[in-house]
């Protein structure tokens, strides 16, 4: 028969256990959201002989397994991949799986359906040169 310092000290211990267990289960897990990717500007600089128009040109890293939700760009869209390996595709045409040195374009009037990084364990990065008015988003969301 157990004493009651005896019971406590169980009690205790068996809630420990389940508490490491609920922690280890949650760690176990795999987390369902993608990676989202990092969006750096590097330059915009108005273009004096395209009246109303800039050039911005960013800097996507793709973590590993990255998705973009579908969008448009009211640009022109030039890309260029540095590392990694990514999947571009826009709405009626066939997705490309792109590596470093390949291009990809985009007309203002494309919707972009498809663009991931192709590893979930390696991460990718790219560059855009958009060509747009001033003050236009750099992405906009299509539902």
């Not at 990084?117 to 988003?137: D, H, Q, Y």
Request: charged share 20%; aromatic share 4%.
């Amino acid at each position: 028969m157990l004493h009651s310092s005896q019971r406590l000290g169980t009690l205790i211990g068996l809630a420990a256990l389940l508490v490491a267990c609920a922690g280890s289960a949650k760690l176990a897990r795999p987390d369902t959201a993608p990676a989202e990717a990092v969006v750096t500007e590097l330059m915009t600089k108005p273009l004096a002989d395209i009246p109303g128009k800039e050039a911005l040109l960013i800097r996507v890293d793709y973590p590993p397994g990255a998705v973009d939700p579908v969008h448009r760009h009211d640009a022109h869209a030039f890309v260029y991949v540095l590392e990694g390996s990514i999947v571009m595709g826009v709405k009626d045409g066939e997705d490309v799986v792109l590596k470093p040195g390949d291009t990809f374009y985009e007309g203002p009037d494309d919707i972009h359906t498809v663009g991931r990084n192709a590893s979930s364990t390696e991460p990718a990065k790219f560059l855009v040169l958009l060509i747009k008015k001033p003050g236009t988003p750099v992405l906009i969301p299509v539902q």
